[in-house]
């Protein structure tokens, strides 16, 4: 099995800034990508940001300029740097890896169980 455990939400007022980290464990041969999504009350979960083995990064037009995904591949974890907090940021927010649990088996999606960012006006 593989596990994902979020940490770092919070509450802060506008304009400042949060890091959510997320730890991947288990049995892990490699991870293909991370990302991060989240859920607003009452709306569907969306991509935030997503970033590959290689470093490959993906965002959200919404979080653009604001937001930074980085990895470290030899600890298994994946960062969310947020600044500039806007009170529609508000959300859960679930870590997501595309893992190879072994070099013989297929691919797995795994989803943290979320962690609450809450910014304020």
């Known amino acids: 099995q593989v596990h994902l455990v979020e940490s770092g939400g919070g509450l802060v007022q506008a304009g400042g800034s949060l890091r959510l980290s997320c730890a991947a464990s288990?049995?892990?041969?490699?991870?293909?990508?991370m990302g991060w999504y989240r859920q607003a009350p009452g709306k569907q979960r969306e991509l935030v940001a997503t970033i590959t083995s290689g470093g490959s990064t993906n965002y959200a037009d919404s979080v653009k300029g604001r937001f930074t995904t980085t990895r470290d591949n030899a600890k298994n974890t994946v960062y969310l740097q947020m600044n500039s907090l806007k009170p529609e940021d508000t959300a859960v927010y679930y870590c997501?890896?595309?893992?190879?649990?072994?070099?013989?088996?297929?691919?797995?999606?795994?989803w943290g169980r979320g962690t609450l960012v809450t910014v304020s006006s």
């Open positions: 997501n890896a595309v893992v190879l649990p072994s070099m013989s088996s297929g691919v797995l999606e795994v």
């Open positions: 288990g049995s892990i041969f490699s991870i293909k990508a």
